[in-house]
């Protein structure tokens, strides 16, 4: 079937410092991969996306590269900002599915 | 524009009771999804409708959850004889035809006492 890992957290940094996140998945088909964030007290929203192998999904400052070789969407960012802390998830579509799979997120904690 | 909405955004009921969880997507969106978070844990698919149809239903738990979409707009999502187990976070999402991206509301939080 269809999942997604991600890193344990709660991941903490301080601020400008550099941000990476891992996600890995299992998938049959051509799946489309995606990262949601969900700011305390906010609803889940979009970070970046990306649909085939080795498209670069970018937003915000965040990055992440599909690696279909090594089934990973890893998320980065050069330069966290306190404003960064929130939970990150990383989550899946396969072909002609229309839902979403997702891991089990990833806290960041970014102190000034 | 308006997002997506959800009502109530708070809902304590007892064990053994009926609950109604209702979502507005945003207008114009065909496809419309159910989700649920349980505390710690990413969200859980339950149910997606494309127009007054469910496509897919496959992740409902079992038939205490059912879900409605009439008009191809708002749906209700409910759950007969609620047991504590069923305490999460009811997450709705919508989007246009082509599935992404979704657009999530701020969830019903339901508590089962």
């Known amino acids: 079937g269809n999942s997604v890992t991600q890193m344990e957290g709660p991941v903490t940094l301080s601020e400008e410092a550099f941000l990476t996140i891992n996600c890995t998945y299992t998938a049959t088909g051509y799946p489309s991969l995606f990262w949601y964030v969900q700011y305390p007290g906010e609803g889940l929203q979009l970070l970046l996306k990306?649909?085939?192998?080795?498209d670069k999904g970018s937003n915000k400052g965040f990055e992440a590269t599909y690696r279909k070789e090594t089934t990973s969407f890893h998320l980065e960012k050069g330069s966290v900002q306190v404003s960064d802390s929130a939970v990150y998830f990383c989550?899946?579509?396969?072909?002609?599915?229309?839902?979403?799979?997702f891991g089990t997120g990833t806290r960041l904690l970014v102190s000034p | 524009g308006a997002g997506v909405s959800q009502t109530p955004s708070n809902k304590v009921t007892e064990k053994g009771k009926y609950v109604e969880l209702r979502c507005d997507p945003i207008?114009?969106?065909?496809?419309l999804y159910w989700y649920r978070q349980s505390l710690g844990q990413g969200p859980e698919f339950l149910i997606y409708?494309?127009?007054?149809?469910?496509?897919?239903d496959s992740g409902l738990p079992n038939d205490r959850f059912f879900a409605v979409r009439p008009e191809g707009s708002v749906s209700t999502l409910k759950i007969q004889r609620t047991e504590r187990g069923d305490s999460a976070v009811y997450l709705c999402?919508?989007?246009?035809?082509?599935?992404?991206?979704?657009?999530f509301g701020p969830g019903t939080r339901l508590t089962v006492t």
């Open positions: 989550a899946l579509t396969n072909t002609g599915f229309q839902k979403l799979v």
């Open positions: 207008s114009g969106h065909t496809a």
């Open positions: 409708f494309q127009g007054t149809g469910a496509a897919d």
């Open positions: 999402a919508s989007s246009t035809e082509q599935g992404h991206p979704q657009y």
């Open positions: 990306a649909t085939k192998a080795d």
